[in-house]
Protein backbone atom coordinates (compact mmCIF):
# COMPACT_ATOMS: atom_id res chain seq x y z
CA UNK A 1 0.00 0.00 0.00
CA UNK A 2 1.12 3.47 -1.31
CA UNK A 3 1.38 6.81 1.41
CA UNK A 4 -0.25 9.63 0.07
CA UNK A 5 2.35 12.17 -0.75
CA UNK A 6 1.43 14.70 0.94
CA UNK A 7 1.45 12.79 4.11
CA UNK A 8 5.28 11.92 3.54
CA UNK A 9 6.04 15.26 2.43
CA UNK A 10 4.63 16.67 5.81
CA UNK A 11 6.61 14.20 8.04
CA UNK A 12 9.31 16.16 10.07
CA UNK A 13 12.56 15.54 9.04
CA UNK A 14 15.43 13.71 11.36
CA UNK A 15 18.10 16.42 12.65
CA UNK A 16 21.31 16.06 11.38
CA UNK A 17 23.79 14.24 12.98
CA UNK A 18 26.48 17.24 13.64
CA UNK A 19 23.37 19.11 15.40
CA UNK A 20 22.88 16.23 17.61
CA UNK A 21 26.71 15.60 18.71
CA UNK A 22 26.61 19.62 19.23
CA UNK A 23 23.78 19.26 21.51
CA UNK A 24 25.09 16.35 23.47
CA UNK A 25 28.15 18.00 23.95
CA UNK A 26 26.44 21.77 24.88
CA UNK A 27 28.62 22.13 28.16
CA UNK A 28 27.30 25.94 28.95
CA UNK A 29 25.78 24.68 32.06
CA UNK A 30 28.69 22.62 33.29
CA UNK A 31 30.48 24.19 36.65
CA UNK A 32 33.59 22.58 35.25
CA UNK A 33 35.48 25.74 33.01
CA UNK A 34 36.66 24.50 29.45
CA UNK A 35 39.70 25.42 28.05
CA UNK A 36 38.34 28.48 25.67
CA UNK A 37 36.71 29.64 28.31
CA UNK A 38 40.21 29.63 30.67
CA UNK A 39 42.06 31.06 27.85
CA UNK A 40 39.27 34.16 27.31
CA UNK A 41 39.91 35.18 30.99
CA UNK A 42 43.56 35.19 30.41
CA UNK A 43 43.07 37.31 27.21
CA UNK A 44 41.12 39.55 29.13
CA UNK A 45 44.21 39.94 32.00
CA UNK A 46 46.71 40.31 29.79
CA UNK A 47 44.94 42.70 27.61
CA UNK A 48 45.19 45.48 30.87
CA UNK A 49 48.74 46.94 29.79
CA UNK A 50 48.89 49.16 32.35
CA UNK A 51 48.56 45.76 34.94
CA UNK A 52 51.00 44.01 32.78
CA UNK A 53 53.51 46.78 32.46
CA UNK A 54 53.14 47.34 36.74
CA UNK A 55 53.74 43.64 37.27
CA UNK A 56 56.81 43.29 35.30
CA UNK A 57 58.10 46.34 36.99
CA UNK A 58 57.33 44.44 40.14
CA UNK A 59 58.36 41.15 39.87
CA UNK A 60 61.28 41.82 37.54
CA UNK A 61 61.85 45.35 36.58
CA UNK A 62 62.99 46.14 40.54
CA UNK A 63 65.73 43.14 40.95
CA UNK A 64 67.23 43.49 37.56
CA UNK A 65 67.38 47.37 37.85
CA UNK A 66 69.32 46.64 41.13
CA UNK A 67 71.30 43.95 40.03
CA UNK A 68 72.65 45.71 37.10
CA UNK A 69 73.65 48.84 39.17
CA UNK A 70 76.04 46.68 41.45
CA UNK A 71 77.48 44.89 38.71
CA UNK A 72 78.27 48.48 37.50
CA UNK A 73 79.49 49.69 40.52
CA UNK A 74 81.89 47.16 41.08
CA UNK A 75 83.33 46.84 37.99
CA UNK A 76 83.97 49.86 38.23
CA UNK A 77 85.04 50.44 41.58
CA UNK A 78 86.01 46.74 43.18
CA UNK A 79 87.75 48.00 46.34
CA UNK A 80 84.50 50.56 47.45
CA UNK A 81 81.79 48.09 46.39
CA UNK A 82 81.63 44.42 46.93
CA UNK A 83 80.29 41.65 44.25
CA UNK A 84 76.83 42.14 43.01
CA UNK A 85 75.86 38.60 44.03
CA UNK A 86 76.57 36.17 46.80
CA UNK A 87 74.18 34.25 49.29
CA UNK A 88 73.83 37.78 51.78
CA UNK A 89 72.15 39.51 48.53
CA UNK A 90 69.72 36.26 47.95
CA UNK A 91 68.58 36.00 51.02
CA UNK A 92 67.87 39.48 51.21
CA UNK A 93 66.28 39.84 48.13
CA UNK A 94 64.06 36.31 48.32
CA UNK A 95 63.15 36.96 51.72
CA UNK A 96 63.03 40.82 51.53
CA UNK A 97 61.67 42.04 48.22
CA UNK A 98 60.30 39.03 46.50
CA UNK A 99 58.56 37.56 48.82
CA UNK A 100 56.35 40.38 49.97
CA UNK A 101 56.31 42.33 46.31
CA UNK A 102 55.65 38.78 44.77
CA UNK A 103 52.54 38.47 47.51
CA UNK A 104 51.19 42.19 46.80
CA UNK A 105 51.52 41.76 43.04
CA UNK A 106 49.42 38.17 43.23
CA UNK A 107 47.05 40.29 45.40
CA UNK A 108 46.82 43.11 42.82
CA UNK A 109 46.00 40.41 39.88
CA UNK A 110 43.50 38.27 41.79
CA UNK A 111 41.59 40.97 43.13
CA UNK A 112 41.47 42.48 39.42
CA UNK A 113 40.35 39.66 37.73
CA UNK A 114 37.74 39.16 40.60
CA UNK A 115 35.97 42.51 40.22
CA UNK A 116 36.43 43.65 36.46
CA UNK A 117 33.28 41.88 34.96
CA UNK A 118 31.51 43.65 37.35
CA UNK A 119 32.86 47.22 37.43
CA UNK A 120 32.89 47.20 33.45
CA UNK A 121 29.65 46.48 33.89
CA UNK A 122 30.37 43.24 31.88
CA UNK A 123 28.95 40.67 34.49
CA UNK A 124 25.21 40.57 32.96
CA UNK A 125 26.37 39.95 29.53
CA UNK A 126 28.44 36.86 30.62
CA UNK A 127 25.08 35.81 32.75
CA UNK A 128 22.70 35.78 29.90
CA UNK A 129 25.44 33.51 27.71
CA UNK A 130 23.87 30.68 30.06
CA UNK A 131 27.49 29.25 31.26
CA UNK A 132 27.47 28.22 34.57
CA UNK A 133 28.65 30.93 37.33
CA UNK A 134 30.80 28.79 39.13
CA UNK A 135 32.82 27.92 35.83
CA UNK A 136 33.44 31.68 35.32
CA UNK A 137 34.38 32.31 38.91
CA UNK A 138 36.63 29.04 38.50
CA UNK A 139 38.26 30.07 34.71
CA UNK A 140 39.43 32.65 36.16
CA UNK A 141 41.85 30.90 38.52
CA UNK A 142 44.17 29.25 36.18
CA UNK A 143 44.00 31.98 33.81
CA UNK A 144 45.71 34.34 36.89
CA UNK A 145 48.09 32.02 37.62
CA UNK A 146 49.05 31.25 34.09
CA UNK A 147 50.47 35.17 34.59
CA UNK A 148 51.53 35.48 37.86
CA UNK A 149 53.44 31.72 38.14
CA UNK A 150 56.15 32.98 34.88
CA UNK A 151 56.41 36.22 36.60
CA UNK A 152 57.62 35.42 39.68
CA UNK A 153 59.70 32.47 38.00
CA UNK A 154 61.39 35.20 36.02
CA UNK A 155 62.19 38.25 38.65
CA UNK A 156 63.65 34.88 40.71
CA UNK A 157 65.58 33.21 38.15
CA UNK A 158 67.53 36.74 37.84
CA UNK A 159 68.44 37.17 40.99
CA UNK A 160 69.62 33.27 41.49
CA UNK A 161 71.72 33.70 38.12
CA UNK A 162 73.24 36.78 39.53
CA UNK A 163 73.43 35.82 43.13
CA UNK A 164 75.38 32.24 41.55
CA UNK A 165 77.73 33.79 39.25
CA UNK A 166 78.54 37.01 40.66
CA UNK A 167 78.93 35.94 43.99
CA UNK A 168 82.43 36.80 46.15
CA UNK A 169 85.52 34.45 45.82
CA UNK A 170 86.16 34.80 48.92
CA UNK A 171 83.95 34.37 52.88
CA UNK A 172 84.39 37.41 54.70
CA UNK A 173 83.01 36.35 58.13
CA UNK A 174 82.93 38.84 60.57
CA UNK A 175 85.36 41.07 58.72
CA UNK A 176 88.19 38.34 57.99
CA UNK A 177 88.49 36.48 55.12
CA UNK A 178 87.68 32.32 56.02
CA UNK A 179 88.30 29.38 53.59
CA UNK A 180 84.01 28.38 53.13
CA UNK A 181 82.96 24.73 53.48
CA UNK A 182 85.31 24.15 56.68
CA UNK A 183 84.06 21.29 59.03
CA UNK A 184 84.28 22.34 63.02
CA UNK A 185 87.79 20.41 63.27
CA UNK A 186 88.78 22.58 60.46
CA UNK A 187 87.53 26.02 61.08
CA UNK A 188 89.32 25.70 64.99
CA UNK A 189 92.52 24.51 62.98
CA UNK A 190 92.33 27.64 60.72
CA UNK A 191 91.93 29.56 63.62
CA UNK A 192 94.66 28.45 65.58
CA UNK A 193 97.36 29.13 62.33
CA UNK A 194 95.32 32.74 62.71
CA UNK A 195 95.00 33.32 66.17
CA UNK A 196 95.28 37.09 66.22
CA UNK A 197 92.70 37.72 63.85
CA UNK A 198 89.86 35.77 65.65
CA UNK A 199 90.66 36.85 69.07
CA UNK A 200 90.75 40.62 67.29
CA UNK A 201 87.32 40.40 65.32
CA UNK A 202 85.49 37.10 66.24
CA UNK A 203 82.47 37.43 68.11
CA UNK A 204 82.88 35.61 71.59
CA UNK A 205 81.16 35.98 75.58
CA UNK A 206 83.88 35.08 78.13
CA UNK A 207 83.43 34.68 81.71
CA UNK A 208 85.68 35.53 84.71
CA UNK A 209 87.47 31.90 85.13
CA UNK A 210 87.26 31.32 81.07
CA UNK A 211 91.03 30.36 79.45
CA UNK A 212 90.31 33.27 76.48
CA UNK A 213 90.67 36.39 79.16
CA UNK A 214 94.71 35.74 79.47
CA UNK A 215 94.57 35.53 75.67
CA UNK A 216 92.37 38.26 74.96
CA UNK A 217 94.05 40.75 76.98
CA UNK A 218 97.50 39.32 75.15
CA UNK A 219 96.46 39.81 72.01
CA UNK A 220 97.07 43.84 70.55
CA UNK A 221 94.24 45.04 68.34
CA UNK A 222 93.12 48.08 66.97
CA UNK A 223 90.60 48.72 70.12
CA UNK A 224 93.68 47.82 72.89
CA UNK A 225 94.01 44.15 74.96
CA UNK A 226 90.98 42.09 74.74
CA UNK A 227 88.70 40.65 72.06
CA UNK A 228 88.11 42.84 69.17
CA UNK A 229 85.29 44.91 68.64
CA UNK A 230 82.62 41.94 67.64
CA UNK A 231 83.41 40.66 71.44
CA UNK A 232 79.98 41.34 73.15
CA UNK A 233 81.60 40.56 76.88
CA UNK A 234 85.06 41.94 77.93
CA UNK A 235 87.32 40.61 80.43
CA UNK A 236 86.51 40.72 83.66
CA UNK A 237 87.85 43.61 86.29
CA UNK A 238 91.08 42.79 87.26
CA UNK A 239 92.20 40.56 84.20
CA UNK A 240 94.45 43.69 83.25
CA UNK A 241 97.24 42.24 85.47
CA UNK A 242 97.12 38.46 84.49
CA UNK A 243 100.27 37.41 82.95
CA UNK A 244 100.93 36.97 79.43
CA UNK A 245 99.50 34.34 77.74
CA UNK A 246 102.11 32.09 75.65
CA UNK A 247 101.59 31.33 71.84
CA UNK A 248 100.05 28.14 72.71
CA UNK A 249 97.50 29.52 75.19
CA UNK A 250 96.67 32.13 72.22
CA UNK A 251 96.05 29.56 70.20
CA UNK A 252 94.29 27.13 72.17
CA UNK A 253 91.95 30.33 72.75
CA UNK A 254 91.62 30.97 69.16
CA UNK A 255 90.43 27.81 69.03
CA UNK A 256 87.62 27.89 72.17
CA UNK A 257 86.26 30.87 70.14
CA UNK A 258 85.67 29.46 65.98
CA UNK A 259 84.23 26.48 68.22
CA UNK A 260 81.56 28.96 70.01
CA UNK A 261 81.37 30.71 66.55
CA UNK A 262 81.31 27.61 64.48
CA UNK A 263 77.39 27.11 64.29
CA UNK A 264 76.74 30.72 62.95
CA UNK A 265 80.02 29.63 60.46
CA UNK A 266 78.28 26.89 58.94
CA UNK A 267 75.45 28.98 57.91
CA UNK A 268 77.13 31.46 55.82
CA UNK A 269 78.00 30.57 51.91
CA UNK A 270 79.52 32.52 49.13
CA UNK A 271 76.44 31.53 46.96
CA UNK A 272 73.18 29.78 47.82
CA UNK A 273 73.28 26.35 47.42
CA UNK A 274 71.03 24.71 44.57
CA UNK A 275 68.83 22.98 47.09
CA UNK A 276 68.03 25.94 48.72
CA UNK A 277 67.23 27.74 45.01
CA UNK A 278 64.28 25.19 44.50
CA UNK A 279 62.80 25.21 48.00
CA UNK A 280 63.00 29.16 47.91
CA UNK A 281 61.43 29.05 44.43
CA UNK A 282 58.76 26.99 45.05
CA UNK A 283 58.17 28.41 48.56
CA UNK A 284 57.91 31.78 46.53
CA UNK A 285 55.08 30.43 43.92
CA UNK A 286 53.31 29.10 47.06
CA UNK A 287 53.04 32.83 48.59
CA UNK A 288 52.36 34.10 45.14
CA UNK A 289 49.27 31.51 44.81
CA UNK A 290 47.97 32.35 48.20
CA UNK A 291 48.20 35.91 48.09
CA UNK A 292 46.31 35.68 44.21
CA UNK A 293 43.76 33.28 45.38
CA UNK A 294 42.59 34.82 48.43
CA UNK A 295 42.30 38.42 46.40
CA UNK A 296 40.78 36.56 43.82
CA UNK A 297 37.52 35.63 46.27
CA UNK A 298 38.33 38.77 48.20
CA UNK A 299 37.29 40.87 44.99
CA UNK A 300 34.95 38.86 44.37
CA UNK A 301 33.16 39.31 47.78
CA UNK A 302 33.11 43.28 47.57
CA UNK A 303 33.13 43.65 43.69
CA UNK A 304 35.67 46.65 44.57
CA UNK A 305 39.30 46.10 43.38
CA UNK A 306 40.85 49.22 45.27
CA UNK A 307 39.33 48.26 48.51
CA UNK A 308 40.57 44.25 48.17
CA UNK A 309 44.00 45.27 47.33
CA UNK A 310 44.51 47.48 49.82
CA UNK A 311 43.28 45.29 52.54
CA UNK A 312 45.78 42.62 51.21
CA UNK A 313 48.46 45.16 51.69
CA UNK A 314 47.22 45.99 54.93
CA UNK A 315 47.56 42.34 55.26
CA UNK A 316 50.75 41.19 54.41
CA UNK A 317 52.93 44.47 55.77
CA UNK A 318 51.44 45.26 58.62
CA UNK A 319 48.88 42.60 60.29
CA UNK A 320 51.12 39.44 59.36
CA UNK A 321 55.03 41.01 60.98
CA UNK A 322 52.57 41.73 64.48
CA UNK A 323 50.45 38.93 64.60
CA UNK A 324 53.32 36.75 63.91
CA UNK A 325 55.51 38.00 66.58
CA UNK A 326 53.35 38.98 69.49
CA UNK A 327 52.34 36.86 72.32
CA UNK A 328 48.44 37.86 73.08
CA UNK A 329 47.23 35.96 75.93
CA UNK A 330 44.64 33.60 75.31
CA UNK A 331 44.58 34.08 70.99
CA UNK A 332 47.45 32.43 70.48
CA UNK A 333 45.70 30.04 68.58
CA UNK A 334 43.82 32.84 66.52
CA UNK A 335 47.38 34.48 65.58
CA UNK A 336 48.20 30.97 64.23
CA UNK A 337 45.12 31.16 61.49
CA UNK A 338 47.04 34.00 59.92
CA UNK A 339 48.11 32.75 56.60
CA UNK A 340 51.02 34.76 56.19
CA UNK A 341 52.51 33.15 59.83
CA UNK A 342 51.66 29.95 58.21
CA UNK A 343 53.79 30.36 54.74
CA UNK A 344 56.60 31.88 57.11
CA UNK A 345 57.41 28.75 58.90
CA UNK A 346 57.19 26.85 55.45
CA UNK A 347 60.10 28.59 54.45
CA UNK A 348 63.11 26.85 53.90
CA UNK A 349 66.26 27.05 56.77
CA UNK A 350 68.35 30.28 56.47
CA UNK A 351 66.12 32.88 55.38
CA UNK A 352 65.31 35.70 57.79
CA UNK A 353 61.71 36.09 57.21
CA UNK A 354 59.71 38.41 59.09
CA UNK A 355 62.21 40.13 60.42
CA UNK A 356 65.00 38.14 60.95
CA UNK A 357 66.21 34.31 61.37
CA UNK A 358 65.69 31.42 59.30
CA UNK A 359 62.30 29.51 58.38
CA UNK A 360 60.93 26.06 59.64
CA UNK A 361 58.66 25.28 62.19
CA UNK A 362 59.41 25.63 65.64
CA UNK A 363 62.37 27.42 65.57
CA UNK A 364 65.64 25.25 65.68
CA UNK A 365 67.47 26.29 62.57
CA UNK A 366 64.47 28.55 61.80
CA UNK A 367 63.12 31.51 63.35
CA UNK A 368 62.77 31.81 67.20
CA UNK A 369 60.94 34.89 67.07
CA UNK A 370 57.79 33.46 65.24
CA UNK A 371 54.52 32.15 67.05
CA UNK A 372 55.32 28.44 67.68
CA UNK A 373 53.61 26.23 64.89
CA UNK A 374 54.14 23.24 63.46
CA UNK A 375 54.02 21.87 59.57
CA UNK A 376 51.08 20.02 59.72
CA UNK A 377 48.66 23.34 61.27
CA UNK A 378 50.66 25.78 58.98
CA UNK A 379 49.76 23.35 56.03
CA UNK A 380 46.25 23.36 56.93
CA UNK A 381 45.98 27.05 57.73
CA UNK A 382 47.48 27.62 53.76
CA UNK A 383 44.46 25.20 52.38
CA UNK A 384 41.78 26.86 54.80
CA UNK A 385 42.74 29.94 53.66
CA UNK A 386 42.42 29.07 49.87
CA UNK A 387 39.28 26.74 49.69
CA UNK A 388 37.54 29.17 52.32
CA UNK A 389 38.22 32.13 49.97
CA UNK A 390 37.00 29.97 47.10
CA UNK A 391 34.02 29.27 48.40
CA UNK A 392 33.34 32.48 49.32
CA UNK A 393 34.16 33.96 45.86
CA UNK A 394 32.29 31.79 44.24
CA UNK A 395 29.19 32.19 46.01
CA UNK A 396 29.25 35.90 45.76
CA UNK A 397 29.13 35.27 42.09
CA UNK A 398 26.95 32.90 42.12
CA UNK A 399 24.26 34.94 44.52
CA UNK A 400 25.25 37.98 42.80
CA UNK A 401 22.10 40.17 40.90
CA UNK A 402 23.04 40.18 37.23
Known amino acids: ?30 WIPAGAMITTRFMELRKRRGLMIALTLVTIGIPTVFLVIRLLLHAFAPKTYGPAGGYAIYTAFVSGVLYVFGFIVAATLGATAGSADLTEGMFRHLVVTGRSRLALYLARIPAGLAI ?6 IGFTVVCGVCVFAAPTQLDYQGVHVPTGLSRAGLESWAADHADEVICNFGFRIGP ?11 PCGNGPGGGPVSVKQAPPGSQGQ ?70 IVLEV ?17 QRAVVGLATAHLAPGGLPVLGGGGGGPAGGSGNPGLLPESTTVAVCVILAWLIGWTILGAWRMMTRDA
Open 1 to 30: MTGHPDALSSAPSPAPASAVVGASHDRRGS
Open 148 to 153: IVPLVA
Open 209 to 219: SSPIAAAANSV
Open 243 to 312: PQASQAQINEAARLIARMDYSDYARQFLYPSDSLMIKSGLWLELEAVVGFVVALGLGSLIGQRTVAVIMM
Open 318 to 334: ILTPILSRARIPHLSNL
